[in-house]
């Protein structure tokens, strides 16, 4: 087991203990130029994020949503044959996005006003195609 101690620019003392990837992930997480900058954890104000190192807006950036990740699937032409929100949300499964049948019929409706996708009714339901 690996050990390490850090002492953060406010003072903070940080022991780190695990396998030897482990601390070494983590001193590379600790040891990043957001931390050696001015204005730096121990500048804060008391009121800010007990979280420094989150940065959301990037994260919300990086995300897609089920409205970004069906206009992909639009793109790829997946919606050339005919296919029902089940078929949508299994296609979504496989890539790893994981959405309810809810979730995902506002995204498809929206699609279809914008004229992205075309929706049937057929008689098991709603269809979409492209």
Avoid at 45 to 73: E, M, T, V, W, Y
Wanted: proline share 4%; charged share 35%.
């Amino acid at each position: 087991m690996a050990t390490a101690r850090l002492e953060l620019p406010d003072g903070t003392t940080v022991t780190i203990e695990g396998t030897a990837d482990e601390v070494a992930t983590l001193l590379t997480r600790f040891s990043d130029d957001r931390l050696s900058r001015s204005g730096a954890i121990g500048d804060r104000p008391k009121h800010a994020s007990s979280r420094p190192f989150k940065n959301a807006s990037k994260d919300r950036q990086k995300r897609k949503g089920p409205r970004i990740l069906l206009q992909d699937l639009a793109d790829e032409n997946f919606f050339k044959s005919k296919r029902t929100i089940g078929e949508v949300q299994k296609k979504l499964e496989e890539k790893g996005h994981i959405y309810s049948l809810n979730s995902l019929s506002t995204p498809l409706l929206r699609l279809t006003r914008a004229k992205v996708l075309r929706r049937i009714k057929e008689k098991n339901g709603w269809v979409y195609v492209s």
